[in-house]
């Protein structure tokens, strides 16, 4: 028998234009803000965790390169990963 977990209330404070960015999404959706906000949370949540598992492939993949070119190419990868462009 499948067990489901009980939600629980968290109060966040967003800023003016978030709000007003969730409140649009959530008209055009025709669905709720609160809706609209864990559906971001959780999108949110595996972006961070695809990009996770991406940077330890590249890094798995540079220790195991022996060409200088990839290694370069593998490096910078992972600082535009870790610092942004």
Do not use: H, Y
């Not at 499948?2 to 234009?17: I, S």
Request: no cysteine; charged share 35%; glycine share 4%.
């Amino acid at each position: 028998m499948p067990t489901t977990e009980k939600a629980v209330r968290q109060t966040v404070t967003l800023p003016p234009r978030v709000v007003r960015q969730v409140k649009a999404l959530a008209k055009s959706s025709r669905t709720s803000a609160n809706r609209v906000i864990v559906g971001l949370i959780e999108a949110g949540l595996e972006a961070r965790q695809r990009e996770r598992l991406r940077f330890f492939g590249l890094a798995e993949r540079l220790t195991r390169s022996a060409d200088p070119e990839e290694q370069l190419r593998l490096k910078e990868e992972l600082a535009r990963l870790t610092f942004g462009d």
